[in-house]
């Protein structure tokens, strides 16, 4: 069974930084394309930030692009989004996701390319 775990949402104020993490269990997690995404209240779901594996790199949304920095850690199964110059329209519930490995290797930064998702953690940020 796959399971994904955030942390590290909270409140912050503008121009502060956050780094959430995203622990994962039950796939092979080196051979995953790692996402992450958000929610605003009233609004969609949106891509923030993707890394592919086997060093594809990394891809941003514009809003967020120079701000944000998505890593991974292979030997902890864990994802991160490093989050700087907060501003209060980056206020949403962030989730991250995971891609099957046993899909086609390519660019995902639609929800529907990923497989496995997190649960979602809250950041507020304050003006």
């Known amino acids: 069974q796959v399971q994904l775990v955030e942390s590290g949402g909270g409140l912050v104020q503008a121009g502060g930084s956050l780094r959430l993490s995203c622990a994962m269990s039950?796939?092979?997690?080196?051979?995953?394309?790692l996402g992450w995404f958000r929610q605003a209240p009233g609004k969609e779901r949106e891509f923030v930030a993707t890394d592919r594996w086997l060093g594809g790199g990394t891809s941003y949304a514009d809003s967020v692009r120079g701000r944000f920095t998505i890593s991974r850690d292979d030997m902890k199964n864990t994802v991160y989004l490093q989050m700087n110059s907060l501003k209060p329209e980056d206020t949403a519930v962030y989730y991250c996701?995971?891609?099957?490995?046993?899909?086609?290797?390519?660019?995902?930064?639609?929800?529907?390319?990923?497989?496995?998702w997190g649960q979602g953690t809250q950041v507020t940020v304050s003006s």
């Open positions: 039950g796939l092979t997690f080196n051979r995953a394309t």
């Open positions: 996701a995971a891609r099957s490995p046993s899909r086609i290797y390519s660019i995902a930064t639609m929800s529907h390319d990923y497989d496995y």
